[in-house]
């Protein structure tokens, strides 16, 4: 079942001129295929994969592939090859993941989603070298050029093993459902059927069409309307729901409800056996300074988005590029003028637009940083930070930090209370 080489994947079918697929490609096999229903309404993998482009969704997973390609390239330009214990131990743990113990059941899986064994080791391989070379992929990437035609004839498999087609279906259906629901509430319409959208609000879900011909060739001009304007509607009712349901006073009830389920004692206390080894202990204590994110900066009214580091924030920033706004995905909202261009990256999530030439998006590309958030902890020898009742001992200023711990003492304890089970097991942290 396993094929041992790890080097550039095989040669593919190019897709066709004008966007049209040439006979056996990749996604042929999903197309038509209803993936859940909601009330009398079917929603076929079309519909997924529209939802999908249109969230932006559809693009981070276009450069996970484009990615994985290109660490590919990387390995056959150098001549190397994977190590196939790694490739047979990452396609068992894929394997028994899913509850595919056999050959047969993992080939019956396979079949079930038009996929070939070299499909899914390709994907195996692809997913593997991500991981080793995270650290070098923007510049991975950029010297080993991946073509959109190759991305097509991968991005199958990707979608596939990888979940991402999986979560974009729940998160369709979540809205589906939504939708389903205010029309058990009101008029029985099925969501292509209702009245046109305003033009205001339909503007914000339309797609190029270059963009629709490369993802789902063959799709009708008037199917692919359809298809949209029932999304728009999904959209919308999730929308209205969201602000709906997410007030500040049901916020408040949730919380009132659950405040017992949810509060949580860090009550600690270091004891010690004599007074020497307390002085040690507080002697230890020190000041460690945190990340806790950092944001881009420079990108037009409202800055972000957030990362957990600075390198994760860099590689957002590498992966900018300025995009004609015909292209663009997911479209902005006002549709931007023909002919400008717009800064978009898998990480952004609503593309900045209107630059009058692609040198100002260039510009503005080269202008954007990054603001660090840093937090200051109080941390023992052995590295974990101190807390009380009140939370964990964390400030965000280095003086504010200073002032805390200054402000530990050593004090002897005559009394110890301790909180205790019905079991009569003691239930404090010492």
């Known amino acids: 079942m396993r094929n041992r080489n790890c080097g550039a994947p095989p040669s593919r079918d190019r897709l066709a001129p004008g966007g049209c697929a040439a006979r056996g490609w990749a996604m042929d096999a999903l197309f038509g295929r209803v993936v859940f229903s909601v009330g009398q309404e079917a929603y076929r993998w079309e519909d997924v994969l529209l939802a999908a482009m249109l969230w932006g969704d559809w693009a981070r997973l276009e450069r996970q592939a484009q990615e994985g390609l290109a660490c590919l390239k990387l390995l056959e330009a150098n001549d190397e090859e994977c190590d196939p214990d790694e490739v047979d131990a990452a396609a068992d743990e894929f394997r028994y993941a899913r509850d595919l113990l056999t050959a047969e059941e993992t080939e019956a899986w396979l079949r079930r989603w038009g996929l070939t064994v070299d499909a899914w080791m390709d994907y195996i391989r692809r997913s593997i070298l991500r991981q080793q070379r995270a650290a070098e992929l923007p510049a991975i990437v950029a010297a080993h050029p991946v073509s959109p035609d190759e991305i097509a004839q991968a991005i199958h498999a990707e979608g596939v093993c990888s ?120 002697a230890a204590v020190t000041i460690r300074s945190f990340t806790q ?82 937090t200051h902890c109080l941390q023992g020898s052995d590295g974990t930070t101190l807390a009380s009742d009140e939370g964990a001992a964390c400030y965000a200023s280095p003086q504010e930090a200073d002032d805390a711990l200054a402000a530990l003492q050593v004090r002897e304890v005559k009394v110890q209370h301790c909180v205790v089970s019905s079991a009569g097991q003691d239930l404090a942290v010492q």
């Not at 305003?198 to 199917?223: F, H, K, M, N, Q």
């Not at 709906?244 to 049901?250: D, E, G, I």
């Open 163 to 282: 979940g991402h087609f999986a979560r974009f279906a729940q998160k369709l259906a979540g809205r589906a459902a939504v939708h389903e629901r205010g029309r058990e509430q009101g008029a029985p319409v099925a969501p292509d059927q209702e009245p046109d959208l305003p033009e205001a609000d339909a503007a914000p879900l339309v797609l190029p069409p270059a963009a629709i011909a490369r993802v789902l060739p063959g799709l009708s001009t008037e199917v692919c309307r359809r298809r949209l304007i029932a999304l728009a509607r999904l959209e919308r009712a999730f929308e209205r729901f969201a602000a709906q349901a997410l007030t500040p006073k049901a916020i408040r009830d949730a919380i009132q409800a659950h405040h017992l389920d949810w509060i949580q004692l860090h009550c600690r206390s270091a004891v010690f056996p004599d007074e020497a080894a307390a002085d040690t202990a507080l």
């Open 293 to 374: 994110s950092v944001c881009l900066t420079g990108l037009g009214d409202s800055d972000g988005p957030c990362f957990g580091t600075r390198k994760q924030a860099q590689d957002a920033i590498d992966a900018l590029g300025s995009v004609p706004a015909a292209e663009v995905t997911p479209v902005p909202s006002p549709t931007p003028a023909e002919g400008t261009f717009c800064v978009s990256g898998p990480d952004l999530g609503t593309p900045i637009c209107d630059f009058a030439t692609e040198e100002d998006a260039s510009i503005a590309i080269e202008a954007v940083g990054t603001v660090t958030s840093v």
